[in-house]
């Protein structure tokens, strides 16, 4: 996000995980969890920037008694990735978070549109799935929500919070038309190797188990809007198709 707002030549290094923008590669690196603060202190920043839920409040206190001010984002909702644009142009005298917050919200409410006359799809977004347990995002997260604004109604937004772990029994009960996996490659049959039950389903026996872009739908950012369009294809490609009003 910092690219997109200021220029990666502003950042004094990134976390190991951190591979987007590629110019990043050439950057110094520290380990992000646990934090390695004495490397994060010998890049000399002179802002270190957070994630709610994912820094933890006392590294970055931490950082502050040594005197490097920090700010962690939330991001709990869709709306929380433009604003945090917006905020890193206060917080880095910069100009290019405004642009970048404005092409996300217009590419939001243009999935929006699109998608506004068709019926609402069930879906079983997954973080993914291993040795039999399933990951999800509950009602409180902006993946979930993600889903909605593409035209679909998340199965797991009955479960309160960012996350939910639905149980097989649960899903059979309420079966989704479309499953969606933060993933690559075939990602029916690994779900299917990795929860058998779900074999059953029509979305799994009619082949409408689709792989969603990870870094996308896990990583709040600009290109959430990517995630946001290829969810909303995958649901209503109809509203995609050549000369749909």
């Known amino acids: 996000m910092v690219a997109a707002a200021a220029g990666v030549e502003r950042l004094a290094g990134v976390a190991i995980a951190d591979d987007f923008p590629p110019e990043v ?13 004495e490397r994060l202190v010998s890049l000399g920043p002179g802002l270190v920037l957070g994630t709610v839920g994912v820094n933890s409040p006392q590294d970055l206190d931490a950082l502050a008694s040594l005197g490097l001010p920090a700010y962690a984002f939330a991001f709990q909702e869709v709306a929380d990735i433009p604003r945090a644009l917006r905020t890193l ?20 409410a243009a999935v929006r549109r699109a998608t ?9 977004l997954l973080i ?16 979930s929500e993600v889903v909605r604004l593409a035209g679909g109604d998340n199965l797991t937004d009955r479960f309160p919070g960012d996350a939910a772990q ?4 649960q899903i059979l009960a309420s079966p989704p038309e479309v ?22 389903l029509t979305a799994v026996q009619e082949g409408r188990v689709y792989a969603v872009e990870p870094d996308h ?19 209503h490609p109809e509203a995609f198709a050549a000369g749909a009003a």
Do not use: K
């Open 179 to 200: 499953i969606l996996v933060a993933g690559s490659g075939d990602v029916r049959r690994q779900l299917v190797e990795s929860v058998p039950a779900l074999a059953a």
């Open 25 to 37: 590669e050439a950057l110094s690196e520290f380990q992000s969890y646990p934090l390695d603060r």
């Open 166 to 169: 639905p149980s097989v029994e």
């Open 89 to 108: 142009d206060t917080l880095l005298a910069s100009e290019g978070g405004h642009a970048a917050a404005a092409a996300f919200e217009a590419r939001v």
């Open 128 to 143: 993914g799935a291993d040795n039999g347990t399933l990951f999800a995002f509950g009602r409180d997260s902006y993946a």
């Open 217 to 235: 739908i896990l990583r709040p950012g600009p290109r959430t809007a990517d995630a946001l369009e290829a969810i909303a294809r995958l649901l």
């Open 116 to 124: 506004a006359t068709f019926p609402t799809r069930s879906v079983l």
